[in-house]
């Protein structure tokens, strides 16, 4: 059974960093494309980075202060976030693909975790 376990969210302040984690089990995923996706109360699910083995992608609003990283021996993701603000707060999510194409939309996602909450207090 495939199973996503997110950690590492918390209360922090505005500017600090934060790394989260996602580890994966269940199944063999070298190099299979994973994401991560935040919600927000009261607002849809949005897209924040994606990691496959040609590219890492990152949406505007945390461009230059995210990074996404893979390690595929340990099947592990994670989402290291800088300089964070009052927008970040939100639910986060970590997102597998059985395949190694990535894709910025939920729905392409084929198995979710069950989320970490991450609040920044200004």
């Known amino acids: 059974q495939v199973k996503l376990v997110e950690s590492g969210g918390g209360l922090v302040q505005a500017g600090d960093s934060l790394t989260l984690s996602c580890a994966a089990s269940?199944?063999?995923?070298?190099?299979?494309?994973m994401a991560w996706f935040r919600q927000a109360p009261g607002q849809d699910r949005e897209f924040v980075a994606s990691?496959?083995?040609?590219?890492?992608v990152y949406s505007d609003s945390v461009k230059g202060r995210f990074f996404m990283s893979r390690d595929n021996d340990k099947d592990m993701a994670y989402l290291q976030m800088n300089s964070v603000n009052d927008e970040d707060t939100a639910k986060y999510y970590c997102?597998?693909?059985?395949?190694?194409?990535?894709?910025?939309?939920?729905?392409?996602?084929?198995?979710w975790g069950q989320g970490t909450q991450v609040t920044v207090s200004s």
């Open positions: 997102a597998l693909i059985l395949g190694y194409h990535d894709s910025l939309l939920s729905d392409q996602m084929d198995y």
């Open positions: 269940g199944g063999n995923f070298n190099n299979y494309a």
């Open positions: 990691w496959s083995v040609v590219r890492t």
